[in-house]
Each structure stands twice: as C-alpha cells, then as structure tokens.
C-alpha cells in the first residue's frame, strides 16, 4: 500500500465510526431537549451511548455504511484515475477489516460483490483548481434507510399545493420531512437543492451535507428558509425514530442552482443521525494528511 | 420487561404500543432477499416458530474460522410489507425486529397470528451488536451475499419499543396523524 492507499483506509475508518464534531454538538442538545423517562428520550441515550462505542471501538457506527461517496478537490493536472484506483484498493481494504459492510450488489442478478466495488460503487466527485496546492478529500458514507426517503418534486406540485416560489419550497421540503416521518432514522439533517435537472439537483442536495450544521447560508433568503424548516419541523411530534418527540430534524442546509424556465425541481436528500462524513486536506502527493476538515 | 424465545402467545398478547422490551434468546435475521424468496415459495431450513425475525444485514467478519459481528443494527422494515404477515403466518413467528414501523397488512398479520412489531433503534449498530453474544450459524449466505443471508443469534436483554402490537395499535399511525395535522396548521 502507498501513503495515498493507508490515507484514504484511516479517512474510511474514522468516517465509518466517529460523528463529526458539529453533528455531535446538536445531538448534545437534542437529548437536553427531549422529555425525560420517555421512549424519544430512550433513542436518543442509545444513539450517544452508540457513538461512544463505534468511535472507542472503531467499528462501524451504523452497519449500513452506506454508499461511499468520494467529493475530491485537487490541483490542476492530478492524476483523477489513480485516485480512483488507490480509493478502490482502499475501499476494498476496508471492507476486509469490517469498517464497510459488502454493500455492492448486481442489480440484475442480485449477486453481492463482496468488496465493495463494481460499476458505480463507489462514486467520485472531482473538481481541480490552479490554485489548489494540497489535496481537499472528504467522505460521505450514506446509509440506503435514509436515502431511500429523499425525495424530488417538480413544481407546480398540486397534490401538496406548492408553486413556482420560496412557500412552494418550503411546501415541498416540509413535505418531504411528513413523508419520511422516523423511516430515515431521525432525527436527520436535510440537504436541499432547488433547481438543476433531475440528475444535478439531487448531486447539489447532496454536496449540502458537506457543509457543518452551523455553518450559515450566505443567502439571506435561503438562510431564513433553512432555520424556519427546522423550527417547523420541530414541532411537528415526529421525534427521534418516529417514535413522537421533539427533535425531528437536527439541520437543514439549502442551495439554488440555475434551472430550465420549464423546470423547477426541489431536490432532498435525507441524512441520517448517524451522519458519516469526514475529510482529509492530503500533501499534493497525498502522501501526508495534513489536517482533518471536519 | 425480557421477552424471552420461544415466546408464547399469551405474553405477546400483554404487549402494548410503548412498551419497552428486552429480546433474550435466539433471534433470526431476514430482510429483502429473505422475504421476496419465502413468499416465491422457497423454505428455509431454520425452525423460527415461537421465534424471532431481525430486519438486519449485519458487517460480519470471519476471525480463526468464527464469525464475529462486528455491527448490526435495524434495516428499514417497510419495504418487507408486502410479504410480512405471511411470513408471520408461514413461520410462526411472534416478533418481528425492524425500524421504521409498518403498515396495515402487517397490523393485521400481527392481530391475527399473536405477534408484534417491536423497534430498535436505528443506526445504532454497536449497542445493538453488543447485545448479540453469540453467531450460531448462517444459511443462504451464498445465495443472497452476507447482509442478506439468515443469522442466526444468540441475544442477551436486546433493547426494543413495541410500536406494533397484537390489538391494532400502531405508534406509527398515530404520529403521523398527528404530525400531519399539526403540519396543515403551520402551512
């Protein structure tokens, strides 16, 4: 194994079984929230009692670890495939160990590869830039539970009264939270994209779980929206795991992007509590993790 | 309260929406694969009556020739719906361990048969994975792939929330009645 091949192996272990600080810090605040000696309150001591466990033991937060979603920033002129082919080596690797579960399976024939690779598993993001002189690799492990509840509109949507504008976003999305209700293991963070086509929307909503959960929107519009869903959210008694309660959503992070003038889609992508991402800032080579981003 | 297997009718039919259980004794995994090949017909050779079925596709590693469980936490059990309460029926089971509730063919299944839908927590893959003491044997792991094969555990004080219960209660129902309402007034 090269230094690039033991980098990306540590970056899938930690991913797989420590939550970032920032998600830590709200789930902190969500159990102080929550009414004692009740069945909400319940899930929520498992959930942290389970974070302490994964990250002590370093094994797997959730055994569904999820699809392995690589996003890469990296200096003009890297070499994009053998990234690739280090990542597979190490993905495989990690799959060996018990860090990932055998999450690859042939959708015609059922077949499970085994080690995590195949066609499209796992996925890459690459974006370079001239002025990158390090390597920026994050990791987002999401589990099938939760993105089996995203949902995509395309407004005007009559069935839930929502237009073309903001009301009919916030129509859509808080839709999306009612639909879900505790089926993505909530309390759960939204990532969001308006506009885009049916393929880029969802990409963008979920390059928003990129962002910590207290980073602010630099939009002031999308800022207020993004706060106000999670209130609402809040209140509507969906609750840790369904189960009623008062934390349904711990986030919600919401990006526009241009659209066609005949569409107009609101993407959401669901996130897990047990919310997998971490990142790495590499030395160009990729030889020597620099710093951890998250 | 400890539900242990085989478990009689006459204790799941105690049970109550909101209880909270502790599952000892032997419990099965089966989830997508499992169900869709029973209700095509297909037989397993594991006897699960009075039993236990887990919606779960654990990380297993093999460590000097035992299998080890080294995550297991509950898969969405939704998607089973349209199989379920035959797969109750077929299998006599008397709880079914999942997350995220199921719907009205299951409700009725577990009124009928005296069983009912107990929920652990999501994601929570290493409580739930230190609750399971031992891995007695696996089948249809060369059929299905590893998170889909039948484990089957030994489990000690495994922790649950009846949501569904043998009456016709459902937690699930109910707070999405409630949250939908309480969603119409904030719209």
Not at chain 1, 255 to 284: E, H, K, T
Not at chain 2, 115 to 141: N, T, W
Request: neutral net charge; charged residues 25%.
């Amino acid at each position: 194994m090269t230094g690039l091949n033991d980098n990306l192996l540590e970056l899938i272990r930690r991913t797989s079984a420590e939550i970032p600080d920032d998600v830590q810090r709200v789930l902190v605040e969500a159990l102080k929230a929550e009414e004692k000696r009740t069945n909400a309150e319940f899930a929520l001591k498992t959930i942290h009692a389970n974070i302490e466990m994964a990250a002590r033991k370093s094994q797997p937060i959730c055994q569904d670890t999820g699809s392995i979603l690589f996003f890469v920033h990296a200096p003009v002129g890297y070499d994009q495939l053998a990234f690739e082919e280090a990542a597979r080596t190490a993905v495989a690797e990690a799959t060996k160990k018990g860090f990932l579960r055998q999450n690859s399976v042939d959708s015609l024939t059922g077949k499970n590869s085994g080690n995590n690779l195949g066609p499209g598993t796992p996925t890459f993001h690459f974006t370079q830039s001239c002025s990158a002189t390090e390597m920026d690799v994050r990791l987002m492990l999401k589990g099938g539970g939760c993105e089996n509840v995203g949902a995509q509109y395309s407004l005007p949507d009559q069935r839930i009264g929502a237009d073309r504008d903001l009301k009919g976003c916030r129509r859509a999305i808080l839709d999306a939270v009612l639909q879900a209700q505790g089926k993505g293991c909530g309390p759960g963070v939204l990532g969001v994209c308006i506009g885009g086509d049916r393929a880029t929307s969802y990409a963008f909503s979920k390059e928003q779980l990129l962002r910590t959960l207290d980073d602010r929107n630099s939009n002031p519009e999308l800022d207020a929206l993004e706060q106000e869903i999670v209130a609402t959210s809040n209140k509507l008694g969906i609750g840790p795991m369904g189960f009623g309660g008062k934390t349904t959503l711990l986030g919600c992070k919401i990006c526009a992007v241009n659209r066609l003038p005949a569409s107009y889609f609101v993407s959401v992508s669901y996130m897990c509590w047990a919310f997998r991402r971490q990142g790495v800032v590499l030395s160009a080579d990729g030889g020597k993790i620099e710093k951890w981003l998250y | 309260m400890e539900l242990k297997t085989p478990i009689s009718e006459g204790i799941i039919r105690s049970l109550h929406v909101g209880d909270l259980v502790e599952v000892t004794g032997v419990v099965h995994t089966g989830r997508d694969a499992v169900h869709k090949f029973l209700h095509d017909g297909g037989k397993l050779p594991a006897d699960m009556r009075g039993g236990v079925l887990y919606h779960c596709g654990p990380v297993m590693v093999k460590e000097d020739s035992q299998w080890v469980c080294k995550a297991a936490g509950p898969t969405t059990s939704a998607r089973e719906e349209p199989y379920q309460a035959e797969v109750i029926q077929k299998l006599g089971l008397r709880a079914v361990i999942g997350k995220g509730g199921m719907g009205e063919k299951t409700l009725a299944g577990c009124r009928e048969f005296g069983c009912v839908y107990l929920h652990a927590v999501g994601g929570a893959a290493q409580v739930l994975a230190e609750c399971i003491k031992k891995v007695r044997g696996v089948s249809m792991l060369e059929e299905f792939g590893s998170p889909e094969a039948v484990w089957e555990l030994e489990v000690e004080k495994f922790p649950c929330v009846v949501t569904m219960d043998s009456h016709g209660g459902s937690l699930h129902k109910e707070v999405l009645a409630k949250s939908k309402e309480a969603l119409a007034k904030l719209l």
